[in-house]
């Protein structure tokens, strides 16, 4: 072997021998008999380094998963002698090789398993337990081997086609006549012996059982004589948390109803003897993690069986398996909550369907229902933020608390389907009883009382949240809430988390306020000063910022006596921060998108005549356009590119400002009717000019694009005189990505205006299918699939261009071109006659072939063969070979 590239295996080796070594290995893959230095140096040992040992796994693992079937039976006879003598060296090793080393084996003997089982090797098993005997190292890489077969065929994150699935079924039933009974047998004989002395060989062969027992026969595994030892296993400290994973999936196994019910409550049995159900007493949370998810498995096997049970109806056993899960619903209790919440995240699938039985049921016994009402406690407690919490920086723990909270709201909007009446009475006593002496409450309780009343709104729910109409008592209750969640100050409180909830809450019952309008003013202040907007925390502003959007839009007929305290108030919260200020603005610009969005929805939606709109519509946007035009005069100045980079932000900014107010509209009230027109007429006079500017056009252009579409669509005709103007600029210097995007907007004004601009689209046709040419035509590496991926888009673009323009009844556009555009048009024939392979775009095309034919003379030719047309739109969109001068 070549001992220089070998070199670079080692993790400390530099990158010029790591290149080297992967170069070699690639070369040894493609070698006809390089895996055969392989399989010598490990059947001879003739390497001591970890990694070339590892290396030399590699090779022979690609040779066994790719190129078996090109070997002779010779060749195949010597990689299976390669393993068994590297098997027999292991017992004889002085130190047993790296875990890293021995995983890699396994993985080659699974694979020489599934391909040579079947046929060449029937004794796989039986030869491999000959040679490790009960040598513990022997049978370290024994279970190895087993748990790397049973990822073979059975691991569902393996994508497998049908071919090897049938193939896998196959081994798997092969195995279940040929050797599975003896396969058992050896699992007892190796717990047996090595239970008391040989932890680690002991944990690993209980994890085989787990794994094996989902397709083989149970009653191999589920005998006396196993779930004797296995239960023996779990008062074991070192072998119980393995233990319970086995009978985990003991229970979790598929058999008869009755049979389920009569070994769950056979192993309880046992589990409860021993003192296992004290939960309490025990203070190990990793074992009690992996005992609430048995727990879980037992309660959820006895729930399926009650369901079979019923279907079938056998009503009898059906009670006496519903009597006892009732048994285990006092445990599921203590560990749902238990103050660890991966324990109590375990037990909740169990709660979960125990709740869906309780809700078939015609009535609940007192014990169901003080069952329920725990289990609303329980829920509630466990909803509660812990003190460790970080709320302004939060990482993987905070991240699975908030799914764990999750799933706590999944049980909460069933336990409202049990009983709605006793869900709501329970988050109304703990909801006032916090409120009342919230000043002294921490946080945390404060939080979780507001969170429920929040979560009440989909655990109850109504039609268009109408919360605060038809049930008397639910409505009543709500509204009772809700009034004292805004009038107890609360809001106040100096608490993130408490605030957020707060504002979540406002909004999410915003039809309260339409049945209390005078708890407005209230609110609103909250949102506008400390309390929201701001507030010291960046993630309660922006959040606020959002939700005062949402706030506004649904009361706009309750605002008209605010709107113009509340513009005043938010005024310097809409400020531009240019770059040279150095003043940190409380709102990032995603932020003010929403403050300027609400400003425009309270313009607009207002019951002020259209020329005051008009005035105060002027009085948002004219301190835009004014730092507009100072910032673009510096940016034509500017010579530092990060200067440039800022200031070309911050323009787009505005006109994005500008843009999202325009939101605001709508078929009722259109910029005309509120006497708008001419202020966003000045802004597009502002804003064109920046797409004459040489710097940072990509930036400039795709704000004012964006600023075209909405006015195409709020001022109608009225932009129309713009249009050209613009669109001469924009096909300056202009490259694929910008095209793409200009395109859209030519397809906006000739599918809207159509006749109305056809002088215009006369003038910029050949402008644009020029510019479109000319970038499509410009030499490209070869491997460069981002400028080929750009190319085929913007293809994908001029033929929508086309078909908007034909659709839009203008095919004399094209049509009065004259000669220059023939060039254009025999590069799209070619096109089509070239590639008449795959079908795409089928009617989009044939749209554009039909509305031009009556004048393009080739385009009539293909339609003279209509089974050629149809094929010619089928891979239109690859990557073109043709030259225009071809």
């Known amino acids: 072997m070549d001992e220089q590239a070998l070199l670079g295996l080692n993790p400390n080796a530099d990158a010029d021998f790591r290149q080297r070594a992967l170069a070699y290995f690639e070369q040894l893959k493609i070698s006809q008999d390089a895996w055969q230095v392989c399989a010598e140096a490990l059947a001879q040992s003739i390497y001591s380094d970890d990694h070339i040992k590892f290396f030399c796994f590699q090779v022979l693992e690609h040779q066994v998963k790719f190129k078996y079937s090109e070997l002779t039976e010779v060749q195949q006879q010597l990689i299976r002698e390669t393993l068994i003598t590297w098997l027999q060296a292991q017992m004889l090793n002085p130190q047993p090789e790296k875990t890293f080393i021995r995983n890699k084996a396994a993985q080659v003997f699974a694979l020489l398993f599934v391909t040579e089982y079947l046929t060449k090797w029937p004794k796989f098993f039986f030869d491999i337990l000959s040679v490790v005997d009960l040598n513990p190292r022997g049978v370290d890489m024994y279970l190895r081997i087993l748990m790397a077969v049973d990822a ?152 399926t069986s009650w369901t079979k049970l019923i279907k079938n109806g056998d009503m009898k056993s059906a009670q006496d398996t519903l009597q006892a899960i009732e048994a285990k619903v006092a445990l599921m209790l203590q560990l749902l909550i238990h103050e660890d919440d991966d324990i109590s995240s375990n037990i909740i699938g169990f709660c979960y369907d125990y709740l869906h039985i309780l809700k078939q049921l015609s009535a609940l016994s007192d014990q169901q229902k003080a069952n329920v009402e725990a289990i609303m406690l329980a829920v509630m407690k466990k909803l509660t933020y812990d003190e460790e919490y970080n709320f302004e920086n ?27 009446e006793l869900l709501l009475a329970s988050v109304r006593r703990v909801f006032n009883t916090t409120l009342q002496n919230w000043q002294t409450t ?63 809450t406002v909004v999410r019952y915003e039809k309260f306020f339409a049945v209390e309008p005078q708890h407005i003013p209230a609110v609103l202040m909250a949102f506008l000063d400390h309390r929201g907007l701001r507030h010291t925390s960046p993630k309660v502003r922006s959040r606020t910022a959002y939700l005062f959007s949402r706030f506004v839009k649904s009361l706009n007929k309750q605002m008209n006596p605010f709107i113009e305290d509340v513009l005043n108030r938010i005024q310097d919260l809409m400020e531009l921060s240019p770059p040279e200020n ?105 804003f064109l000019p920046a797409l004459s500017c040489p710097l940072q056009k990509e930036v400039l252009r795709s704000g004012v694009r964006t600023f075209l579409h909405r006015m195409i669509i709020c001022l ?20 694929a990505k910008d095209l793409q995007e200009f395109i859209p907007l030519i397809n906006q004004i000739t599918a809207k205006f159509k006749t109305q601009v056809s002088p215009f689209l006369q003038q910029m046709f050949m402008p644009l299918l020029h510019a479109i040419f000319e970038v499509l035509l410009l030499p490209a590496e070869e491997n460069d699939q981002s400028a080929a991926l750009e190319k085929q888009m913007l293809r994908r673009s001029y033929f929508a261009f086309l078909q908007t323009v034909t659709g839009s009844g203008m095919s004399e556009v094209i049509a009065n071109q004259g000669e220059t555009s023939q060039k254009y048009l025999r590069f799209v024939q070619k096109r089509a006659i070239l590639k008449l392979k795959h079908v795409f775009q089928v009617q989009r095309m044939w749209n554009v072939c039909c509305s031009l034919s009556f004048k393009e003379q080739w385009i009539t030719q293909i339609l003279l063969h209509r089974r050629l047309v149809l094929l010619f739109f089928l891979s239109w969109w690859s990557s073109g070979e043709v030259k225009m001068d071809q």
């Open 152 to 303: 073979e065929l059975v691991d569902r994150d393996v994508v497998h086609t049908s071919e090897e699935a049938r193939r896998n079924t196959l081994l798997k039933d092969t195995m279940r006549e040929q050797c599975i009974p003896s396969l058992v047998e050896s699992w007892y004989q190796i717990l047996q012996n090595y239970q008391y002395n040989n932890s680690e060989l002991t944990c690993q062969c209980l994890e085989v059982v787990g794994a094996y027992v989902s397709w083989i026969d149970l009653s191999l595994i589920a005998n006396e004589r196993f779930i004797n030892m296995l239960l023996g296993h779990m008062s074991v400290e070192v072998l119980r948390e393995e233990a319970c994973d086995c009978l985990f999936e003991i229970v979790n196994k598929g058999m008869d109803p009755i049979d389920k019910t009569k070994l769950v409550e056979s192993l309880c049995q046992v589990l409860q003897s021993a003192g296992l159900f004290s939960i309490d007493q025990e203070d190990d949370v990793d074992f009690l993690a992996r005992f609430s998810k048995l727990v879980n498995g037992m309660g959820q096997a006895l729930i």
């Open 394 to 420: 939060e990482g993987e723990d905070e991240a699975m608390f908030v799914e764990y909270r999750k799933q706590l709201k999944l049980l909460l909007d069933r336990l409202a389907q049990v009983s709605p």
């Open 442 to 504: 921490r946080f945390m309780e404060v939080e979780v009382a507001i969170r429920l009343l929040y979560m009440l709104a989909e655990a109850l729910p109504v039609s268009h949240g109408a919360h605060f109409s038809g049930d008397v008592t639910k409505a009543t209750a709500l509204q009772d809430m809700m009034r004292t969640l805004v009038t107890s100050g609360v809001s106040a409180y100096q608490h993130t988390s408490v605030t957020l909830e707060f504002f979540e």
């Open 582 to 686: 150095g003043y940190q603005a409380l709102l990032s610009s995603d932020d003010q998108l929403f403050i300027y969005e609400t400003a425009g929805v309270l313009i607009v939606n207002s019951e002020y005549s259209a020329e005051r709109k008009q005035v105060l519509m002027r009085n948002l946007l004219t301190p835009l356009m004014e730092k507009f035009k100072v910032l673009l005069e510096k940016l034509m100045m500017a010579q530092d590119e990060d200067r440039q980079m800022a200031l070309a932000d911050c323009l787009n900014h505005a006109v994005g400002f500008a843009s999202r107010t325009s939101k605001a509209f709508s078929n009722k009230q259109t910029v005309k009717q509120c006497g708008c027109s001419e202020v966003y007429l000045d802004c597009l006079q502002t």
């Open 716 to 735: 109608e005709e009225e932009v129309l005189p713009f249009i050209p103007s613009a669109s001469e600029h924009m096909l300056k210097d202009c490259e």
